[in-house]
């Protein structure tokens, strides 16, 4: 281990072809295995002597990468699937074969100048200020929570300090989990659950409505709303601008959660549903959901990054030589301190692909939920269940329990044919596509509207 040795420079090779193969065919579908036969299969892999470059190999390529779901296969259609672009898989590696420390300017500058164009680029797809920036983080839980780290921060500041008895946020029942968990948990602050219109949006009518029949201590601890543009379950995208407003009102921090479907904003045909995200004081978007980077990468920027930065920058003697004016550190702008350069497959691929390119492919996934939606609509066995905003279509087979949805997801697994699990709407259990994978066609969805049958 102390040179590269022989055997370790085989290994690079044959992970290298293997890379180079997986990456020129079309992703398995795959499936997970019990803990029993992973044991039975692999057993134990972690010895004094070692198992050898061969063995581990094989190992992976045999029995343990099989055993993992393919988020990039084209009927992978649960949770929110995942789908890079070659090209940003193969800078993946890249990335990490060069090691690059991207916390600091003066560590990573070079990384750190192409993430922040692909920053600019979401944020003018957004419509925020030329002096708008962040940092690409690991997901939407982390960028969501740093950006109300930084909000409670920059109200505390406004306040002169004065706390009040419990601090605040405004969601509705639509807010993603992480959303939750990040202020009830972590946060330790309240939670204030504004009902949603008809089809679950928040809109600015019913927040200003229900946080005026709020108590005084109340309203005093709100400092943030947090508005959805995509939910996970749903695809709906809440009333932006009519949020924005009452935050004006406020005087609270505007925060706009797009990790699935802000990748939208370049799409011209519904670009229109994120009005008011220009407004946003901090803005998400996951570049490994529907932007065609690899898993993990979530865009996290700030209309002030000033202000995120008094919120985030960590000070010590060694970090000194890092903390410099002017420069821009993207350690700075979240809770973090060591990252890699996640953002840089996803600004290979825009670079090399362009960004009409990218508009396309949006597009097109949403030309096929619209197609989806149709089949959907015009099977007698099926119901749709909400008018579909994005890419997420919800629906129930008429006739079935939640056994029966189960039987069928855990069936289509086993035969290979898709990964589609059941969710619920309003109590209901149903199940859902969620398309942003564009090799996914109407003949993958209609395959599936067929074993339903």
């Not at 029949?213 to 749903?234: C, E, H, Q, Y």
Request: aromatic residues 8%; proline residues 5%; glycine residues 8%.
């Amino acid at each position: 281990m102390h040179e590269f040795s022989g055997d370790a420079e085989r290994a690079v090779r044959e992970l290298a072809d293997y890379c180079l193969q997986r990456l020129g065919m079309q992703a398995p579908l795959d499936r997970p295995l019990p803990p029993a036969e992973l044991d039975h299969l692999a057993g134990q892999t972690i010895t004094e002597m070692g198992i050898g470059v061969d063995t581990a190999v094989n190992l992976w390529t045999k029995v343990l990468g099989p055993a993992c779901l393919s988020g990039d296969h084209p009927r992978y259609l649960s949770f929110i699937p995942n789908a890079p672009t070659k090209t940003a898989a193969g800078f993946d590696m890249l990335v990490s074969a060069a090691n690059v420390y991207a916390g600091s300017w003066l560590e990573g500058s070079g990384a750190v100048y192409a993430e922040n164009q692909a920053l600019r680029w979401l944020s003018d797809l957004a419509g925020l200020p030329a002096e708008a920036g962040g940092v690409f983080v690991s997901g939407g839980t982390i960028g969501n929570l740093s950006a109300l780290v930084a909000a409670r921060e920059t109200a505390l500041q406004r306040r002169s300090g004065r706390r009040p008895e419990r601090w605040a946020v405004c969601i509705t029942g639509e807010t993603h989990s992480s959303v939750k968990h990040a202020l009830s948990v972590v946060m330790d602050v309240d939670v204030v659950e504004v009902p949603g219109d008809p089809r679950g949006r928040l809109v600015g009518s019913e927040l200003r409505k229900h946080v005026a029949s709020l108590s005084p201590k109340a309203r005093d601890g709100i400092f943030a709303v947090v508005a959805t543009a995509g939910s996970t379950n749903l695809g709906i995208v809440d009333d932006i601008a009519g949020i924005a407003d009452v935050a004006a009102e406020h005087g609270w921090w505007l925060h706009v959660d797009g990790a699935y479907g802000g990748a939208a904003l370049c799409a011209p045909s519904v670009r229109h549903l994120f009005d008011g995200v220009e407004r946003a004081d901090s803005f998400i978007v996951d570049p490994h959901k529907w932007l065609f980077a690899p898993f993990d990468s979530c865009a996290l920027i700030y209309r002030d990054p000033a202000l995120a930065r008094n919120a985030h920058t960590q000070r010590a003697g060694y970090l000194d030589p890092v903390t410099v004016d002017g420069e821009w550190n993207p350690s700075d702008f979240a809770i973090q301190l060591t990252r890699r350069a996640r953002g840089l497959p996803f600004w290979f691929s825009l670079a090399v692909h362009g960004s009409n390119a990218y508009r396309d492919a949006v597009e097109g996934t949403l030309d096929i939920a619209r197609e989806g939606a149709r089949l959907i609509q015009t099977s007698e066995h099926l119901r749709l269940l909400a008018e579909p905003d994005l890419s997420v279509l919800v629906f129930e087979r008429t006739g079935w329990t939640a056994n029966d949805y189960t039987e069928w997801s855990a069936r289509m697994l086993a035969e290979q044919v898709a990964f589609v699990t059941p969710t619920r709407h309003r109590g209901r259990v149903c199940t859902r596509f969620a398309i942003v994978n564009p090799r996914t066609t109407a003949s993958d969805l209609q395959t599936i509207i067929d074993s339903m049958r």
